[in-house]
């Protein structure tokens, strides 16, 4: 079946009986105030310290490619293990794919314990910025609830 209905409502909290909840999938857009602090955060900091910001992204980027790295490392290793015929120590392209995975393996987690150590630092000074996040999600809410 491909039938696909939307129905969209402009009420902040709607409530549907539990045969409605039990049938469909109920997607709620509702912007929350720590979800909304965290996106400001973002944009008051790339304002004030565009470098900073820069780094953190690229560094959100590194690890997240450096732990797609040990896993295709891991399934390539799975991979040959499922297929080796005989004996597995005769296998010299398992046996390599081994020797060159342990230390492809090492120097990417020690890249990512850097990565992640860097991350906190830069956590850390973006935290000078989130009482300004805080206080611009306090006023998103405070103009929303004035204008209803």
């Known amino acids: 079946m491909d039938f696909r209905f939307y129905i969209t409502t402009k009420m902040s909290n709607p409530h549907y009986t539990p045969e409605i909840s039990t049938k469909t999938t109920i997607v709620n857009f509702a912007v929350v105030q720590q979800g909304l602090e965290a996106q ?4 008051v900091v790339s304002k004030e310290r565009p470098e900073l910001e820069k780094q953190k992204n690229e560094l959100v980027l590194n690890i997240a490619a450096g732990k ?4 295709d490392l891991e399934d390539r290793i799975l991979h040959l293990l499922n297929t080796a015929k005989g004996s597995l120590l005769d296998d010299e392209e ?30 850390v000074a ?8 805080g206080r611009a999600a306090v006023l998103f809410f405070v103009l929303d609830d004035i204008s209803r």
């Not at 400001?40 to 944009?43: E, S």
């Not at 973006?126 to 300004?132: A, D, F, L, T």
């Open 94 to 123: 398992l046996v390599n794919t081994l020797n060159s995975s342990k230390i492809t393996s090492v120097e990417v987690s020690e890249q990512l314990v850097v990565a992640e150590k860097t991350e906190k630092d830069i956590d």
């Open 126 to 133: 973006r935290e000078g910025y989130r009482p300004s996040a």
């Open 68 to 71: 797609k790295k040990l896993v």
């Open 40 to 43: 400001l955060l973002g944009i």
